[in-house]
Every structure is written in C-alpha cells, then in structure tokens.
C-alpha cells in the first residue's frame, strides 16, 4: 500500500509525509516544478494533468490520494478522476470554514449564531466562494484561485458525483515551524514589550479553534489508512476552544514576558482591532472532534502549550 499525497512539498505536505514514513506507510509526493525533497519519493507532475497523475499512481501502486491543496472543484476534479481510475481512496484536506458560522463571520450572512462547537452534523454555510470581493485573503494563493476557492462544491461532487472511496477532513487553523501564515506572529509582536497589551475586547474574547502541524498530519495519515474512515467527514481540533485572549496569555508565559493584558473598547483601536472591526465575533469558528477520537482514535502529539513553545522557538 502506497499513499501519494499530492501537493505534497509544502508546510502541510512535508508533515504528512513525516506522518506516514514515521508509521512506515510507504508514500510519494507529488508537486509541480520543484526538485526531489530530501528523503522522500518523489514524483514531478501538475496537479491538472490528470494522465500524468493516473501514470503515477500505477507506477507506485497507490491505494490512497491525499490531496493537500484542493481549493476549487476545478483544481480537484483531475486529482479525484485519477484517483477513481486507480480506484483509490480519496482523502481531501477541507475547513472548518465550511460551517455555517464562517458565513456570519465574514459578515456574508446572518445564520443563526451557533455557540457550541461545530460537529460534523451541523449546519454548512449557504453562501458560496467566501474570498469574492473579499480584502482579507490568505497570501501565497494566485488571485484567480481564490476567487473560485470553495470547499463545499468539492464535498458535494465527492458524494454526488464520484463513485470512489473518499475520506473528508475539515481541520480549523493549523500552526506549527514553517507556518507561512505566521498564525500566532501577532501574539508574538505584542509579547516583545513590557508595557500592559491594550487588547480589542471583541477580539480578546473571540473563540477559534486551532490544530499543531503534526496532530493534523496524524489526522490526515489516519483517513489515509484507517478501514473506519471512508465515506465521512471528520473535524480534527484541539479538544477544548479558547479565547485569543487566553492564546495570548499562552504565549506571554511560554516567552516569559512581564506584559500585562488590559482589554479595551473599540475606539482604543487595541490589538487585533482591524480584525474586530472586519469581521463578526459574535460567530465562533470552533469543533468539535469527539468523532476522530472515539471512532479512529486520534490523539494529539503534544499539548497546547508544548506546540506553541516549539512554534515560536523557530521563529513563527
């Protein structure tokens, strides 16, 4: 058995791979236009080439597809059409953005506010391709693909339309070294002073959940070759939600600093006031992942804390 992950050379890839060749679960990456990393198989194709992939995937007997980067049906359909061909599992990287609270939170609709965490049973947005017209952007992502980015039609397709063996994850924020989203960059600002952190209070109270890059690599690998877990979608998360503020406060010990926190009101234009100001923390974006728990038996690789520490300790 073999697992190919495609997209499989960046921050989330090199970790899946990690993953699998650290439970000895034979596995190649497969990327566009970049040299063979080191140590791992490696394959050089494009992920639209879906010939190219349907080759590969022969070649290297792959029984299951990790597909790191699918963010439009367009850029996923080759992948799982080779994947159907092969006849192997499909396993998509989806989001915790593909809840109904995202849609409020991005002020794109006004769904009922859900205070508890997301199962896989809850309400999915109705509103569609969230980054049109949307300033706040990841960086990294050509414009045009953003513009088509969505998971839910992906998920759709998986169940409507194929006729393959697919395993969906909808993982929350992920950090970790080599974050090019430097998730916790504004934490770490605010911790270099001495002076009391003056914090938005809309922000300071605001819930998100968050996943370390090798607990969801672990997650991922387990949909790859757990028997339990085709035909489903699973959330993967730590198991309890916090504050930014208590966020905060994490990195202010793990770095030692004597900062204070004081929370403020809007017009004191505290920390993370421009994202209070864009968005509606009225919504949590939080999960619940009792199902990978009890049902595969995930369990994360270090706490809270110890994440967070190795994170800022290499620098992001």
Known sequence: MTVAVVS??????????????????????IARGVTSPPGVRFECADRMDTDALSRIFRAHDVSAVIDIYPLSLNNSRPVIEATARRGARYVMISSVDVYSNYE???????????AEPATERSPLRVMRYPYRGNQKRPQGVEAALLDDYDKLPIEEALRDEYDLPYAI???PMIFGPGDPQARFSWAARAAEGSRPIQ?????????????YIDDAANAIALLATHPGAEGRAWNVAYQYSHSQRWWLELVLRVTGS???????????????HERANAMDLRYPLTLDSSLIRQELGYLEVMSEEEALETTLANGA
């Open 8 to 29: 499989g050379t960046g921050f989330l890839g090199r970790a899946v791979m990690r993953r699998l060749e650290a439970s000895d679960v034979p596995a190649v990456a």
């Open 104 to 114: 409020g939170l991005l002020r794109k609709g006004l769904p009922n506010v859900r």
């Open 169 to 171: 994850i909808r993982p």
């Open 199 to 211: 914090f938005d209070a809309r922000a300071a109270s605001w819930l998100n959940s968050y996943a």
């Open 258 to 272: 004597a900062a204070g926190v004081k929370e403020v009101p809007p017009e004191a234009l505290g920390l993370l």
